[in-house]
C-alpha cells in the first residue's frame, strides 16, 4: 500500500460549515448551470445531425467528440497533478465557450454541414480531454474530509436535475432557433462557470504538484501509484467496470425493450424519469445515510442493482418502470458513497493522473459495450442482454464488497 499522504494542506482558514459555504454553493450551481448547457446541446446536436445528415454521417458526427477525448484524457491526467486546477478550468471553460460561439457564427453565415459538426464535436472533446481530470480534483480542493460525499451528494443530484431538465430544452430551443441558438447558449454556460471558478471560487486545501517531472514519466509514476495501492486500484477498477453493465441497458436496452414492445416513444421517456428520479431521491439517501466502509456499502447495493438491471429487460411496462426506479435509487446512493470514497482514498499527489485514467476506461470501454449488448439482443432477446448485465454486475460488485481493501476504507 502506498504510504503518500492523502490529506491535502490547509491554505488559510478553515472552511465554514457546508450548510453556510457560500463559495461551494456558487461552484455547485455554477457545475449545474455547466450540465444543463451539455445537456442542451447533446440533444440539439443529435436533432441536427439526425434531420441533416445520413445516418451514418449521424453517427460520425455524435462519436467525434469522443475520440479526442479519449486521446488527450491521460495529458489532462498530467497537466490536473502539475499546474494549478483553477486556472486550467477557467481557460478551458472559455476555449470551449469560444469554440461554440464560432460555431454559432459559422452557422448563421451559412457554412454548415457534417464538417462543422465535426470539427466543433472534435474541439470539444479535445479541452475536455486535457481539463476533465482537472475538474476530478476541485472538490478536494474546497471542502473538508468529511464534507466530500455530501458534496459529491449535491452534484449527482445537480447533475440529473440538470439532464432532465436540459434535455427538454435542448429540443425546444432547436426547434425555435436552430442549432445556433443551442450553440450560443451552452456557449453562455461555459463562460459562467468560468467566471465564477475565477472570480468566486478559491482553493482552500493545497494539493502536491508534480513540477519538473517529464510527462511520460509522470504517467508511468501514475500507472506505478495504482500498482501498488490496493485501495485506490480496487476502486478505479470497480468505478470503471460498473459502467461495462449499466451503461448499455440505459443507453440502448430500454429504447429497445420499449420499441420490440410497441409502447411507444413516450414510454420512453417515462423510463428515463423514473431512472432520474431514483437518482436523485438515491443520491438524498445517501447524503444522510453515513456508512462505516462506505465503498463496501456501495458496492453492495449494485449487487441489487443487477437484479433490477435484468428487469428492465422485461416485457411488462410496470416492471420496467419500477426496475428504472430501483435502478436510478441505487446508482444515486453508491455514486455518493464511492464518490467520497474515491476522494478521501486516492492520494493527493496522483488524484488527477489516477482521475484520467479511469475516465480512459469508460470512454475505452462504454463505446464497445454498447454495440455488444446490441448485437447480443439481436442474436437472443432484449430480457437475454439485460439478464446477462445484471447477472455479470451482480457477480463483480459481491466480488469487490469482499476484498480486504474495499473493506478497508472508512
Do not use: K
Not at 486550467?88 to 451559412?110: D, K, M, T
Not at 447477472?391 to 476484498?403: I, P, Q, S, Y
Request: aromatic share 6%.
Amino acid at each position: 500500500m502506498s504510504a503518500v499522504a492523502t490529506a491535502p494542506a490547509l491554505v488559510g482558514a478553515p472552511p465554514p460549515p457546508l450548510r453556510r459555504d457560500g463559495m461551494v454553493r456558487a461552484w455547485v450551481a455554477a457545475m449545474f448551470l455547466s450540465w444543463f448547457g451539455d445537456a442542451l446541446w447533446t440533444v440539439a446536436l443529435a436533432w441536427t445531425a439526425a434531420h441533416t445528415l445520413s445516418p451514418a454521417m449521424a453517427g460520425v458526427v455524435l462519436g467525434a467528440e469522443m475520440i479526442p477525448q479519449a486521446a488527450l484524457v491521460v495529458a489532462g491526467g498530467v497537466l490536473a497533478d502539475r499546474y494549478d486546477t483553477r486556472r486550467v478550468l477557467v481557460v478551458g471553460r472559455l476555449a470551449q465557450g469560444v469554440v461554440l460561439l464560432a460555431g454559432a457564427a459559422a452557422w448563421a453565415s451559412g457554412v454548415r454541414g457534417a464538417g462543422l459538426l465535426i470539427a466543433l464535436g472534435v474541439t470539444l472533446g479535445a479541452v475536455a480531454g486535457l481539463t476533465m481530470p482537472s475538474g476530478a480534483t476541485m472538490a478536494r480542493q474546497l471542502v473538508a474530509s468529511e464534507d466530500l460525499a455530501t458534496v459529491s451528494g449535491w452534484n449527482q443530484i445537480g447533475n440529473r436535475t440538470a439532464r432532465l431538465l436540459g434535455a427538454p430544452a435542448g429540443g425546444a430551443v432547436v426547434a425555435w432557433t436552430g442549432p445556433a441558438g443551442a450553440m450560443v447558449l451552452d456557449a453562455v454556460t461555459f463562460v459562467a462557470i468560468a467566471l465564477t471558478l475565477g472570480l468566486v471560487v478559491r482553493p482552500r486545501f493545497a494539493l502536491p504538484r508534480s513540477v519538473g517531472v517529464p510527462w511520460l514519466a509522470s504517467v508511468r509514476d501514475g500507472v506505478a501509484y495504482l500498482r501498488r495501492d490496493d485501495r485506490a486500484r480496487l476502486l478505479v477498477l470497480g468505478l470503471a467496470a460498473l459502467n461495462v453493465f449499466v451503461s448499455p441497458v440505459i443507453a440502448l436496452g430500454v429504447a429497445l425493450r420499449v420499441t420490440g414492445s410497441g409502447w411507444g416513444a413516450s414510454w420512453l421517456g417515462y423510463a428515463e424519469a423514473a431512472f432520474a428520479a431514483g437518482a436523485i431521491l438515491g443520491s438524498l439517501a445517501g447524503i444522510r445515510v453515513r456508512p462505516q466502509r462506505p465503498a463496501r456499502a456501495g458496492f453492495r447495493i449494485l449487487v441489487a442493482q443487477g437484479v433490477l438491471i435484468a428487469g428492465a429487460g422485461v416485457d411488462a411496462r410496470p416492471v420496467l418502470l419500477g426496475a428504472m426506479l430501483g435502478i436510478g435509487l441505487c446508482a444515486g446512493a453508491a455514486s455518493v458513497w464511492l464518490s467520497g470514497a474515491y476522494q478521501r482514498t486516492v492520494a493527493t499527489s496522483h488524484l488527477g493522473r489516477v482521475s484520467s485514467l479511469s475516465g480512459l476506461g469508460d470512454l475505452a470501454l462504454v463505446p464497445v459495450a454498447i454495440p455488444a449488448f446490441g448485437a447480443l439482443a439481436a442474436a437472443t432477446s432484449v430480457l437475454t442482454a439485460a439478464t446477462a448485465c445484471g447477472v455479470g454486475m451482480a457477480v463483480l460488485c459481491v466480488w469487490f464488497a469482499t476484498r480486504p481493501g474495499i473493506a478497508e476504507v472508512r
